[in-house]
């Protein structure tokens, strides 16, 4: 049988998907499943995959004619995890909310030989999120009620993100991983998909990864690293107050697809300084 997973979204949604390959070739183990993916970065991540037989980008043309079962991918809901609601819709009946992304072995021996000198000073070793600034507001509680949604959040302000990692810095061997504030993701082409694989490797080879809600975080959580973000981004879009969607409890976020064992979710409400002090009481020194 051949089944076409038509993914839409953003690089997480597209990393949520590949539970559903996996699921699909424990059920059915002689199907060949394809892949549509929306955005470039992970291509080579999903081609890496043994679930998957082939990989179509986002300007590929695709005969879904040829297939005996085409399957587009909803936007996520968060009433379950998306690796669940995908599978659910689907049709699969073994539901199994984790995901893991591949990365080449040489792919990791390179990294973890670049990597030598950091890990030789004995520091924990920290990946930090490039546009960090992006994913964050700044707001106290009572701001977040009163929901006078000024330019850029109900704060009116962003967190000042050079202070927290210069905070970090003191403890831990930070590495910036992605790209800056400013580059949007349905704007780079394939040649980023390389970029992207070896940022799994860098991350698959880090203590733990920071920053905020984002395709980088979960990819983080899909090479088996640490994760902890701020939550007031989710907060800001999808909590009580929410500017996007009103949700008693959001569920985005490592600790809510995989648990808290590994995964952190930080009060939204945290001053910056507050922010460092939590992450550092979190990862110990």
Same mark, same amino acid.
């Given at each position: 049988?051949?089944?076409l ?17 996996r ?74 909310p984790?995901?893991e ?15 030598k ?7 924990k ?18 701001? %977040? ?19 927290i ?16 504030v ?11 998909? $390389? ?25 983080a959580? +899909?090479? $088996? ?12 879009? %999808? ?13 985005? +976020? ?6 808290? $064992? ?9 001053s910056d ?13």
């Open positions: 049988m051949n089944i997973i038509k993914v839409t979204g953003f690089i997480g949604d597209t990393l949520f998907s590949t539970s559903v390959a699921q699909l070739k424990r059920e059915r183990r002689d199907s060949l499943i394809d892949y549509k993916i929306p955005v470039h970065q992970p291509y080579e991540l999903l081609e890496l995959d043994n679930n998957i037989n082939r990989v179509f980008l986002p300007n590929e043309d695709v005969e879904e004619s040829m297939y005996d079962e085409v399957y587009t991918l909803p936007a996520c809901t968060q009433q379950d995890p998306p690796t669940i609601q995908f599978q659910k819709h689907c049709g699969l009946k073994n539901l199994d984790s995901y992304i591949r990365v080449t072995p040489s792919s990791i021996e390179a990294v973890a030989d670049m990597m000198p950091y890990k030789s000073q004995g520091k070793i920290v990946a930090w999120q490039g546009n960090w600034e992006e994913k964050s507001f700044g707001f106290t509680e009572e701001e %977040y009620e009163i929901g006078d949604n000024k330019d850029p959040g109900y704060g009116g302000r962003r967190r000042d993100i050079n202070s990692v210069e905070g970090l810095s003191q403890h831990y061997n930070m590495i910036m991983v992605g790209f800056p400013g580059v949007r993701q349905h704007e780079v082409g394939l040649l980023t998909s $390389g970029v992207f694989t070896h940022t799994a490797a860098i991350l698959s080879q880090c203590d733990y990864m920071v920053g905020g809600e984002s395709g980088l975080i979960n990819l959580a +899909g090479v $088996g690293t640490k994760t902890i973000i701020t939550g007031d981004y989710v907060h800001q879009l %999808y909590g009580w107050n929410g500017v996007i969607r009103k949700l008693k409890e959001p569920k985005l +976020g490592p600790e809510f697809y995989f648990g808290g $064992g590994k995964h952190k979710s930080l009060n939204p409400y945290l300084k507050d922010v460092v002090k939590e992450i550092i009481k979190e990862i110990g020194v």
